[in-house]
């Protein structure tokens, strides 16, 4: 029986295979540190340049006129990395607590946490706000060239071997399928592709039992760059552990008890040093409005599955993105059949990846990968840690430097999946072209480097892995760009171009703030107008829009889209008024280029109210108006059907018939359509009619209407669905001589129009009203930073309303004493001022902060401990023992 080894060090040693160097090649300890030092450098050079070269072949931006900013790219990045150079800057309003530019007041530190915590995001300080795209696109492009080069460190402490091969299989993991079809539109999550092989390195020390203080700040940074895909990299890296622990040959299971337990605690440390991210995070997820519900229910086959290790394509329907390129694949394959790799090293990591993959595909796993909440879109957010994992297979396959006959297997085995995944939509020309083409010389540059031949040889073979890898990256990006682009979905949004900087020059024109807002809505560039060009507007899309906020605003008749996570300005004058806007920008009419900004004159946004009514009843949203603005400014009178398809009554008012179904038959495709779901579009319309005030303005509310809405001249489409979109309370036009207002609803299918969905607002009671607020409003008002300020008219008594979604976290004061959570009126912020108030002062803190202060505090005061002590016994031993074994003294093929 083998003695136990002494250390790990040797416990790691105990794993070493040998196999005879070939011709040339010297040991791994007689070899220079060069090329281990140049390595990293080189993943992240080749990673980066190919990634460009596709950009500029597809004439990408910064390449080329063709805009990155789909989907969330445009919608969130864009505009909060605009937001970051504002506060870097010092040209916002608000400060890192509080947003007042968007949702008419939000909360901002888990915004920031989330999206602008990659430190790449940062560098967007460095450039001309209008250039914010190409801070966006280093953060891409500069994760991808540290994700690959991190990752060349840690396989180089997974097993020693030659530095520039360890780059090149790197690059795989840098330019993943993950990383073209999901990372590139979420910079944010680009901190996960840097976060898996951090913490990697982290779990190698904690096998050989040194450098916990180093590691547990590497966990910190991994987490603190991004929780969310932190956290997939942690779990991910503590079964990689595991398998390592498992597949060891002689190290006694109490020191690999102990390396998990070390890795145990280094985990937790590091997770608590930044633990005020979480901490904040949690508490605003948990007041936040909830997303669409969504369901796993389609779970792709194990061929679509398959069919995403082969490079260049892009699959129609969500799967995991795993794709690792050629050279990759290729040895993956080849692993199994490397006699130099133990039977239970191969058993380990294969059953990983497959245990990871089906992870990816089960529900329950899938809310484990994903914080135990399903994903609003793709549920495969996590791939890129099975990339990661397939690269390092790959790498052990190398290291080991299989024979030709072991190629060979391996080359069959990638063409047999390739023809078995022939059929699939992943797999197109593309994907013939760079298995083949790519394919054969990664096989003779593999077959290069194991032949016993001369070193010139070898590096010839390593010029064509190299090159392969290049030209097959590039091509690789290429083509999943491509083929991305012929989606109407990822259509790009406008961002930093002709019309939204003519739009921004306008609103920067007319601020007034706090005295008013300047709201850049109704209309929208992106889904955060706000952010990307200024004002204070209702526009504020994000993962952490209040639930106050969207309630609110949305009773009060603004729209909103993802049933509230998405808010929008208001479009009538009552909603304007109520929040202050004073002036707001809309396009002109048949020039959709342009736009003009619209006087109004708003109450201020501080009020002040003898009382507060309650609701009496339910409420329509005329009435609710009204109670907020404190006085009768609408006429509602009920719909009376009198033209086109008879409506049925319904609970509240009047559900409008759908299409009529076609007699029982066959359609085109030979399918018997009797009793089939037939619901459409009620071409006819149902006409409505209401009596009102001639020269008031009437509006419709229909929150959940989705199809045409015309009459006095107007139309407008709805595009409402039940809690997902809701219309705002919109305009239809000036109520004739005759008084009489006939509104025509052509829906789509059967919907539900309110019974009073029609109201007609008296210009001159709404000025009234107004005036009045605006007589009680305070002298002096100053809002900025996360901060309110107000001195208050002589004897103001009641309360004072404030035109703020009453989110949680606010503390208010009157005349300097104690701070007190203010309540809320109308979903508004409200504070009591007693029989009589000279000051109000009104501050946020956001919840959760103080317990994430004091975990990190904890955190950081252990960290120290043992670096104290860990530095006292380092000295006591250095006069006891012989000196440390040095990385590369140590063989790793755990």
């Known amino acids: 029986m083998a003695p136990t080894p002494a250390t790990p060090q040797e416990a790691v040693r105990s794993l070493e295979v040998a196999r005879p160097l070939p011709v040339g090649e010297r040991p791994a300890a007689a070899r220079g540190t060069l090329g281990h030092r140049t390595a990293p450098w080189l993943a992240a050079a080749l990673s980066m340049g190919a990634y460009c070269l596709a950009l500029t072949l597809y004439g990408s931006y910064p390449f080329g006129p063709r805009s990155r900013a789909v989907n969330d790219l445009g919608n969130q990045f864009v505009p909060f990395h605009a937001r970051l150079w504002d506060l870097l800057h010092g040209t916002t309003s608000g400060d890192l607590f509080f947003n007042w530019s968007s949702g008419y007041g939000v909360p901002f530190l888990a915004d920031f946490f989330t999206y602008l915590m990659n430190p790449f995001s940062w560098l967007v300080g460095l450039f001309p706000r209008a250039l914010a795209d190409l801070p966006v696109f280093l953060v891409t492009l500069l994760g991808i060239g540290l994700g690959a080069a991190l990752m060349t460190v840690f396989l180089g402490r997974l097993r020693q071997g030659s530095g520039p091969l360890r780059a090149l299989l790197s690059v795989g993991y840098g330019l993943c399928a993950w ?491 030979g399918t018997n359509t009797a009793g089939a779901n037939t619901a459409g579009t009620n071409e006819a319309g149902t006409t409505f009619t209401v009596r009102c005030t001639p020269g008031s303005t009437a509006l419709w509310s229909a929150p959940w209407f989705s199809g045409e809405v015309s009459g006095l001249g107007l139309s407008t489409t709805g595009t409402g669905s039940h809690d997902v979109t809701a219309n705002p309370l919109r305009i239809l036009g000036r109520v004739p001589a005759d008084g009489t207002v006939a509104v025509r609803f052509t829906g789509r299918g059967r919907q539900h129009i309110p019974e009073r969905a029609v109201g007609c607002l008296s210009g001159r009671r709404l000025t009234a009203a107004v005036n009045a607020l605006r007589a009680r409003g305070p002298v002096e008002l100053a809002a900025g930073g996360h901060r309110l300020t107000a001195r208050l008219r002589p004897g103001s008594k009641g309360s004072a309303v404030l035109a703020l979604p009453a989110v949680p976290g606010w503390g208010c004061a009157v005349d300097g004493g104690p701070l007190h959570a203010p309540s809320s009126f109308g979903g508004l912020l409200a504070v009591p001022l007693g029989p009589g108030a000279a000051r109000l002062s009104c501050s946020y803190l956001p919840p959760g902060l103080h317990t994430g202060l004091a975990a990190s505090g904890a955190a950081t005061l252990a960290v120290a401990v043992v670096a104290v002590f860990g530095t006292a016994r380092g000295r006591r031993r250095l006069h006891l023992t012989t000196p440390r074994r040095t990385h590369h003294d140590i063989p790793t093929d755990l």
């Not at 929040?579 to 501080?606: K, Q, W």
């Open 179 to 669: 990383v073209l079809n999901d990372g590139f539109a979420d910079p944010m999550w680009m901190w996960g592709l840097v976060a898996l092989p951090l913490t990697g390195i982290a779990a190698d020390w904690c096998l050989r039992r040194t450098r916990w203080v180093a590691g547990t700040l590497l966990v910190a940074l991994a987490w603190a760059g991004n929780f969310y895909t932190a956290a997939m990299a942690t779990l991910a890296m503590a079964l990689v552990l595991v398998v390592r622990l498992l597949t060891a040959a002689t190290m006694p299971w109490r020191d690999r008890l102990r390396a998990l337990a070390r890795a145990a605690s280094m985990a937790l440390t590091g997770i608590l040093l930044a633990a005020p991210v979480l901490t904040v995070t949690l508490e605003a997820s948990r007041a936040a409005q909830p997303a669409p519900e969504v369901s796993y229910d389609e779970q792709p086959s194990l061929l679509d599955q398959w069919a995403q290790l082969l490079p260049g394509g892009h699959a129609g329907a969500p799967v995991p993105n795993i794709s690792i390129g050629v050279l990759g694949l290729l040895l993956v394959a080849v692993f199994p059949f490397v006699r130099a790799v133990p039977l239970r090293v191969r058993v380990g990591w294969y059953a990983l990846a497959a245990g990871v993959a089906t992870s990816f595909v089960l529900e329950p796993t899938i809310l484990l990968w994903h914080g135990f909440a399903l994903p609003n879109g793709s549920p495969y957010r996590a791939a890129f840690v099975l990339s990661g994992i397939l690269v390092m297979i790959s790498w052990l396959a190398l290291a080991h430097r299989p024979l030709p006959r072991e190629l060979a297997a391996g080359a069959a085995l990638v063409a047999l999946l390739a023809w078995l995944c022939r059929d699939q939509g992943a797999v197109g020309t593309d994907s013939w072209i760079l298995v083949a083409g790519g394919g054969v010389p990664a096989l003779l540059g593999l077959a290069a480097l194991g032949t016993p031949r001369t070193s010139r040889t070898r590096a010839a073979g390593t010029a064509v892995l190299a090159g392969t890898v290049l030209l097959g990256s590039a091509y690789t990006a290429l083509s999943v760009t491509a083929a991305r682009g012929e989606i109407a979905w990822f259509q790009p949004k406008i961002t930093f171009t002709g019309p939204s900087l003519t739009a921004r020059d306008g609103l920067l024109a007319r601020a007034d703030w706090p005295h008013s807002r300047t709201d850049p809505g109704p209309h929208e560039f992106a889904n955060n107008d706000p952010l990307l060009i200024g004002g204070e507007g209702g526009s504020y899309y994000s993962s952490f829009a209040p639930a106050v906020t969207a309630r609110t605003l949305q009773g009060l008749g603004a729209g909103w889209y993802m049933r509230g996570r998405h808010t929008l300005s208001f479009e009538d004058p009552v909603g304007r008024a109520l929040m202050g806007v004073g002036s707001y920008l809309s396009p002109v009419p048949e020039r959709r280029a342009l736009f003009t900004p619209h006087p109004a004159r708003p109450a201020p946004l501080l009020t002040v109210r003898d009382a507060l009514p309650r609701p009496a009843g339910r409420e329509t949203v005329f009435a609710r108006q009204e109670r907020v603005l404190g006085a009768a400014v609408y006429e509602v009178p009920a719909l009376t059907p009198t033209a086109g398809e008879a409506p049925l009554r319904d609970r509240d008012g009047w559900l409008l018939p759908g299409a009529r179904r076609p007699a029982a038959g066959t359609n085109a495709t």
